[in-house]
């Protein structure tokens, strides 16, 4: 509602507007412990990818070391991703899971 006597087609003051930024993305980083095909298929379940995109990632991030995983998200759901990787490749005793982390995409 717009103030007495105030124009009521002005912008909302940018203090009270809520936007979500969309600028995060996934990176997947190499490690020689987490077995191929289960990082393969996290990618699958966790970023919604194909398998053959899935398989195009992990081995983008085997090869040079990291890889974009997904983009396109909000921090949280970044987060969320990572946290959701971690927990479906980690095996007790054997591997902690992947390394991978939520960054801005700049």
Do not use: Y
Not at 52 to 66: F, I, K, L, R, T
């Amino acid at each position: 509602m717009p103030e007495p006597g105030g124009n009521p087609f002005t912008q909302p003051d940018s203090a009270t507007s809520t936007t979500v930024e969309h600028g995060w993305k996934v990176i997947l980083f190499n490690d020689e412990v987490t077995p191929f095909e289960l990082v393969i298929l996290a990618l699958q379940k966790v970023c919604a990818l194909s398998e053959e995109v899935a398989e195009m990632v992990a081995m983008e991030a085997h090869e040079q070391d990291s890889a974009v995983a997904r983009s396109g998200l909000t921090q949280d759901e970044a987060e969320a991703h990572c946290v959701k990787m971690k927990a479906l490749t980690r095996i007790p005793r054997l591997c902690p899971g992947v390394k991978c982390a939520a960054e801005q995409d700049v």
